[in-house]
């Protein structure tokens, strides 16, 4: 009797699929992950250690800053502020007034948080503090802040203080919901970290617990 084919091919696609599968849900795809490793190349390298030593001690306000001011930095922003800490975000390259995206309302939404009346504000519009701790998602950005003329000790990867640690916090800009959950859950732990190591030194009102996630978070 012929032994029919086997067309169950788990085997030898199964661990390669669930491999890209887990590098796309936690880095945004090979992309991200290359880019994670060679910020987290540079820290080891020592060039962007400056990046991760601001003096929390002298910081009063955060400011969160990405490149569209709709989705990392948005949603940090509305982290900051649910938590009582004074806060403050902008794009490097967006357009003032832009309500954030409904994926990214809705992922929001899941995790407790309203930011669907946050809007955006370009770097041109922002107005700058003398307190203000600038806080990125990624290595690029403090580069880029240090170009415009922002003091680089008022500049630090913002995923140095999440947990797990991510010194690169990949733009989920098409990327899935499953990645945008992660990302957020990175962005809000951090965020919470942060607060707590201000709270500590005095540079922060009593902090409010994060609200409990809605019934559609990510696994």
């Known amino acids: 009797m012929q032994q029919a084919p086997d067309n169950d091919h788990r085997g030898s696609t199964g661990p390669l699929r669930r491999l890209r599968n887990m590098v796309q849900r936690n880095y945004a795809g090979r992309r991200g992950l290359t880019r994670l490793l060679l910020t987290n190349f540079d820290y080891l390298l020592g060039t962007a250690v400056k990046f991760t030593r601001p003096d929390l ?4 306000r955060l400011v969160f800053v990405c490149m569209a001011n709709l989705k990392r930095s948005a949603f940090a922003h509305v982290v900051s502020q649910r938590a009582g800490l004074n806060t403050a975000s902008f794009g490097l390259n967006t357009v003032s007034g832009q309500p ?12 407790g948080y309203e930011f669907n009346e946050h809007r955006s504000t370009d770097l041109l519009n922002f107005r700058p503090k003398r307190g203000d701790l600038y806080l990125v998602m990624e290595l690029r950005h403090a580069y880029e802040l240090t170009r415009q003329g922002f003091p680089p000790h008022q500049i630090a990867l ?7 640690q991510r010194l690169h916090i990949h733009d989920p800009h098409r990327m899935g919901v499953e990645y945008l959950r992660s990302c957020y859950t990175l962005i809000q732990s951090a965020v919470t970290n942060l607060g707590h190591k201000l709270h500590a030194l005095g540079r922060a009102k009593r902090l409010q617990p ?9 696994a």
């Open 57 to 60: 001690s002298r910081v009063d």
């Open 100 to 111: 954030p995206l409904p994926l990214a309302i809705r992922v929001a939404e899941e995790m």
């Open 158 to 164: 913002l995923g140095y203080w999440s947990c797990p």
């Open 210 to 218: 994060p609200p409990p996630a809605g019934p559609s978070t990510a």
